[in-house]
C-alpha cells in the first residue's frame, strides 16, 4: 500500500495570526530577495506586478476575490502570486517569502554545502550492467568512501537497449549479487533500485511482481521526448500513478551540454503540466529527482521551485556511470539551496532504514 505525503502543517511552525497581513508588502519584499539573488529578471517583475495590481483593489474586494479563487483573473497575477496574496490575507508569512528569507542570511555556496552535509546516500547511479563503465563492487566502495551509508543500484530496464537495460532474468541475478556484496560491506548497504523507461502509454518497463521486491524504482522518461505536452502530461501522471514509483527521474530529458564520450549534443526540454506533474508526485508520494549531472541539472530552476510549492518530495541524485561522478552531488545541492528546497524533504537525507519505511518496502508504515 502506497501513502500520499502530508502537506506541511500551515506556517511551518511560526505563528499564524488571525489578521491580515499586508500582501503588497509582501510581494516587494519577494521581489527584493529575488533581485538581491540575481534571480532572472521576469520573475523579479512578476511578482512587482502582481504588487501593483494588489495595490489597486481595497482589502474587501482582495479577501473576496482570494476567497472566490478570482485572484488569477487579475491582470498581473498568476498562480504563485495569488497563493502568496490569499496567505498574507490569513495573516501567514508566504510560503515563498518564508523560503526566501531563510536563504537570504547565506549565500548558496554555504546553503549547497551544508545540504550535501546532511546527504546519506544516492538514488540513482548505475553499473557495468547496464551503461555504467565500473562494476557494482567499484561504485559501491567510492560511494562509502566519499562518506555515504547507503547507494542505491539503479540500472536500466530492457526497453533501453542502446544502455544494455536488464531483462527480469538479469536483475534477478544482479539481486543475488548485491545481496553476497552486502553481507561483505557491512554496515555500508547497496540497495536494490533500477531506473526503469516510462513507456508511452505510462506503463513502466519490468514486470510488476520483480519491481515490488526492489528498494526503490526511478521512473524516467527516455524515448519521443518532444511528444506535445498533452501527450507527455498523461504519460507522466500515469506513471506516478502507478504504486511502484519512488521517483520521477530528470523530469524534462534535457540535456544543457553536450556529451563528449557520445557525440550527443543539446537537448531541450520536453514539455508537459509541470503543474498537474508536480501536484501529482505530492499527492502520491513521489520525490522529484535533482539530477546532478552537470550536462542535465534537471529539472531547470523554474520548475524546481514550482515542485517546492507543491509541496514535493526531493532525491538529490548523480545518475553517476563511473565512480568518480559519485561527486557530483554539490552540483544539485547548489541547485536545491537556491530554490529553497527543505534538506528535511531529501529522501536521501534519510538513514537507509527510514527511506525503506517511506517506500513501503519495510514493515513500518510506508508515506507520512
Not at 15 to 22: C, E, F, G, L, S
Not at 80 to 97: I, K, M, W
Not at 297 to 310: N, Q
Request: proline share 5%.
Amino acid at each position: 500500500m502506497r501513502y500520499p505525503t502530508p502537506r506541511r502543517p500551515r506556517g511551518y511552525g511560526e505563528a499564524v495570526t488571525d489578521q491580515a497581513r499586508d500582501p503588497v508588502a509582501d510581494l516587494r519584499r519577494i521581489a527584493f530577495l529575488l533581485e538581491r539573488a540575481h534571480e532572472a529578471t521576469y520573475r523579479v517583475r512578476a511578482f512587482r506586478s502582481a504588487a501593483a495590481a494588489v495595490a489597486k483593489l481595497d482589502e474587501a474586494d482582495l479577501r473576496e476575490r482570494a476567497e472566490a479563487g478570482t485572484l488569477k483573473q487579475l491582470p498581473g497575477i498568476g498562480e504563485v502570486t495569488a497563493r502568496c496574496v490569499a496567505e498574507s490575507l490569513t495573516g501567514e508569512v508566504p510560503v515563498y517569502l518564508r523560503r526566501l528569507e531563510a536563504t537570504a542570511g547565506s549565500s548558496v555556496d554555504e546553503a549547497g554545502s551544508a545540504l550535501r552535509a546532511l546527504l546519506r546516500g544516492d538514488c540513482h547511479t548505475h553499473s557495468d550492467w547496464s551503461d555504467g563503465g565500473s562494476p557494482i563492487r567499484e561504485m559501491a566502495e567510492a560511494a562509502r568512501d566519499i562518506g555515504h551509508e547507503y547507494v542505491v543500484l539503479t540500472d536500466h530496464s530492457p526497453r533501453l537497449t542502446v544502455a544494455n537495460g536488464l531483462s527480469a532474468d538479469r536483475l534477478r541475478k544482479q539481486l543475488d549479487v548485491v545481496a553476497e556484496l552486502n553481507a561483505e560491506l557491512a554496515p555500508f548497504r547497496i540497495l536494490t533500485g533500477i531506473e526503469v523507461d516510462i513507456n508511452e502509454d505510462g506503463s513502466l518497463d519490468q514486470e510488476d511482481e520483480l519491481l515490488a521486491e526492489l528498494d526503490l524504482v526511478v521512473a524516467s522518461v527516455h524515448s519521443k521526448l518532444r511528444a506535445p505536452a498533452d501527450v507527455m502530461t498523461k504519460r507522466m501522471l500515469a506513471a506516478i500513478e502507478n504504486p511502484h514509483t519512488d521517483v520521477l527521474g530528470h523530469c524534462t530529458g534535457r540535456l544543457v551540454t553536450g556529451r563528449e564520450k557520445t557525440g550527443q549534443g543539446k537537448r531541450p526540454e520536453s514539455q508537459f503540466d509541470a503543474d498537474a506533474v508536480f501536484a501529482a508526485c505530492a499527492e502520491r508520494g513521489v520525490a522529484v529527482e535533482i539530477n546532478s549531472r552537470p550536462e542535465r541539472l534537471d529539472p531547470p530552476k523554474r520548475l524546481l521551485r514550482l515542485a517546492v510549492e507543491a509541496g514535493c518530495h526531493f532525491a538529490i541524485d548523480t545518475d553517476a556511470h563511473a565512480p568518480g561522478q559519485l561527486d557530483w552531488q554539490p552540483y544539485g545541492c547548489a541547485r536545491a539551496a537556491a530554490c529553497g528546497v527543505d534538506p528535511a524533504t531529501v529522501i536521501n537525507t534519510w538513514a537507509a532504514d527510514d527511506l525503506l519505511a517511506w517506500a513501503g518496502r519495510s514493515a513500518s508504515p510506508g508515506r507520512g
